[in-house]
């Protein structure tokens, strides 16, 4: 994990994606934000580079990932079409190790 942040009152453990795949670190910018998601039943802020817009994806865009993929493949849960764009979609359940999920329940008690 790397740190944590204070929403409303709630202290909410952020993963580093790019860490957390194993990219190249960069420096955080006026881009980066931090999405604030549900994993498995705990709340997390996820580091990412960007946020361009939010779509809605019906299950009849949404096709599994190639066999050959960039990405750890057990972290990928599809890959979506949107237009002419291609959107990975990320299996959010599957971003914190085990040891990160024991440590998250039992900050939260």
């Given at each position: 994990?790397?740190?944590?942040?204070?929403?409303?009152?709630?202290?909410?453990?952020?993963?580093?994606?790019?860490?957390?795949?194993?990219?190249?670190?960069?420096?955080?910018?006026?881009?980066?934000?931090?999405?604030?998601?549900?994993?498995?039943?705990?709340?997390v802020?996820?580091?990412v580079?960007?946020?361009?817009e939010v779509?809605?994806?019906?299950?009849?865009?949404?096709?599994?990932?190639?066999p050959?993929?960039?990405?750890d493949?057990?972290?990928?849960?599809?890959?979506?079409k949107?237009?002419?764009?291609?959107?990975?979609?990320?299996?959010?359940?599957?971003?914190?190790?085990?040891?990160?999920?024991?440590?998250?329940?039992?900050?939260?008690?």
């Open positions: 994990m790397e740190g944590i942040i204070n929403l409303r009152g709630r202290i909410i453990p952020v993963v580093d994606l790019r860490k957390r795949f194993q990219l190249d670190v960069t420096s955080y910018d006026e881009d980066t934000r931090i999405i604030i998601v549900e994993v498995n039943g705990q709340t802020g996820i580091i580079d960007a946020v361009n779509v809605r994806l019906g299950a009849d865009c949404i096709e599994p990932p190639p050959a993929f960039m990405l493949a057990r972290y990928i849960d599809g890959v979506g949107l237009e002419d764009r291609l959107l990975i979609l990320l299996d959010i359940n599957k971003i914190l190790t085990a040891q990160e999920e024991i440590a998250l329940r039992q900050m939260n008690g």
